[in-house]
Structures are given as structure tokens and as C-alpha cells.
């Protein structure tokens, strides 16, 4: 019985600290704290069509700099993302074997010679459903990063698509490059409260 128990107890032990961490370096080529510029070509030696070239050459250029620049960022938010799910979820898996497989079993076998222990994983397992909701009001389930992540893309969305487009004027393209550039930086973030009920 209790080798039973000690295994049990390492099975739980282990599962709620497995968590494998995907560690990625991440490299900044620039800093939020740069200063972006891109001036139109203004040369009196070349015609019209070889400054438009250079133009578009630079627009380029900026447009794979703007698009380096913000990836670095939102690959951070995936990884914090990520890393944040795992923990609640190993959190809330550990509260699950205490509370509905361990202690059940625990008083199945003795429930007299184990109340202790099914006490202690029992409040374990209730304690757990408070942690997750906690890490869900406080943003520290992977949820609100992930969401931050998403409204970032989808704002930088909008401001690449005019970057991109060789209908535009040069200064339309280039101030879209500039507010893309701007969105991975300026964000959200999450408001924590305290979980009611």
C-alpha cells in the first residue's frame, strides 16, 4: 500500500513539474528605441524612372527590415504564450489526478488508514481549480498573450498590405511601413483582477 501511495504521489509529483521549455534565442537585429527613416530619392542626375527604382528598392529594404523587426517580437509572445499554457495546464492536470483519481482511490483502499493523504490531495485538487481561474483573470494562462499576439498581427495586417501595394504614393507606403513598425511595439496589456466566486 505504500509503495502504491509513494508512486502515485511521484506520478503526480512529476507530472506537475514536467514542463518542457522551448528555449529559443532570440537575436535583435534592431531596438524599439531606433529611429526609423526612409526619404524618397531625390537626385538631379538620374531620370524619373531610376529614382523610382531606388524608391522602390528602398521600400523593399525597409519593408523586410519592419517585417524582421516585428517577428522577433511576436515569436517572444508565441514562446510566452506557450510557456504559460504548459504551466496551467500542468497545474489543473495535477489538480485533476489528485482530486478525482488519486484520493479516490486512496479511500477505496483505506479510507480510515489514508485520510490524511486524501485530505491533503483532495485540497490540492481544489486548490488547483482556483489557481487556473486565477492564472485565466490574471493573464497568465497563455490566453491573454496569445490574444495580444493576434491583434498585434492583425493591426501590422493592415499597414503592410498599404506597404505593399505599388499603387500607393511613396509616402503613403512609407508612413505604413512606419505604423507597422509602431504596432509591434505599442500594445496592450493584460489588466489583472481577482477572481470572483
Known amino acids: ?72 517580437r511576436l515569436s517572444g509572445y508565441e514562446l510566452q ?40 490531495l483532495s485540497g490540492w485538487g481544489g486548490a488547483t481549480n482556483f489557481v487556473s481561474q486565477s492564472y485565466r483573470t490574471s493573464g497568465l494562462s497563455g490566453t491573454t498573450i496569445a490574444e495580444t499576439r493576434n491583434k498585434i498581427i492583425d493591426k501590422v495586417g493592415v499597414h503592410i498590405a498599404v506597404a505593399s501595394d505599388g499603387d500607393r504614393t511613396f509616402e503613403e507606403r512609407k508612413n505604413a511601413l512606419m505604423q507597422a513598425r509602431a504596432e509591434c511595439i505599442l500594445y496592450q496589456i493584460a489588466v489583472p483582477s481577482v477572481p470572483s466566486g
Open 1 to 72: 500500500m505504500e509503495r502504491l501511495m509513494l508512486a502515485m504521489l511521484l506520478t503526480l509529483a512529476l507530472s506537475a513539474c514536467a514542463t518542457t521549455t522551448d528555449r529559443q534565442e532570440v537575436v535583435s537585429t534592431s531596438t524599439a528605441a531606433e529611429t526609423y527613416t526612409l526619404q524618397k530619392a531625390t537626385d538631379p542626375t538620374k531620370t524619373a524612372y531610376e529614382l523610382s527604382e531606388i524608391d522602390r528598392a528602398n521600400l523593399e529594404r525597409s519593408f523586410s527590415g519592419v517585417l524582421a523587426f516585428c517577428q522577433e
Open 81 to 120: 504564450s506557450k510557456t504559460q499554457a504548459k504551466k496551467a495546464f500542468w497545474i489543473s492536470l495535477s489538480g485533476l489526478l489528485a482530486g478525482s483519481i488519486i484520493s479516490p482511490a486512496l479511500t477505496a483502499a483505506s479510507a480510515k488508514g489514508n485520510a490524511v493523504w486524501i485530505s491533503a
